[in-house]
């Protein structure tokens, strides 16, 4: 069971660093496929959630799924730097936009 935890957090990791290669070679829709994949095997990854939330906030202008991703990963973060700023503004500034209700 130890090594099956291990390999599926390498798994999830391969995925992650993946993702930020394509990132950083602005290949943004691989980008997300990588995060996506890093997300659904290790949902509590934070840094995973910034980085695909910050794909679709950026990059494919999805801003539904950004803020979900931006909400995950304040949750998760434990934190209080500049990523965690930055999320709180991107998703004040479109829900104030969009009329929704302000953050939790």
């Known amino acids: 069971a130890r090594q099956n935890r291990l390999l599926i957090r390498e798994t999830a990791e391969m995925h992650y660093n993946l993702g930020v290669f394509y990132i950083q070679n602005k290949q943004f829709e691989r980008a997300r496929a990588e995060l996506e994949k890093s997300v659904e095997i290790n949902p509590d990854d ?55 209700e302000p953050m939790e």
């Not at 679709?56 to 965690?84: C, M, P, W």
């Open 46 to 100: 934070a840094s995973a959630r910034f980085n695909l939330g910050y794909v679709y906030a950026e990059h494919l202008v999805d801003r539904k799924k950004a803020i979900l991703q931006f909400k995950n990963y304040l949750r998760l973060s434990k934190t209080d730097g500049k990523d965690v700023d930055w999320a709180k503004k991107y998703i004040l500034t479109w829900q104030t936009y969009e009329g929704k």
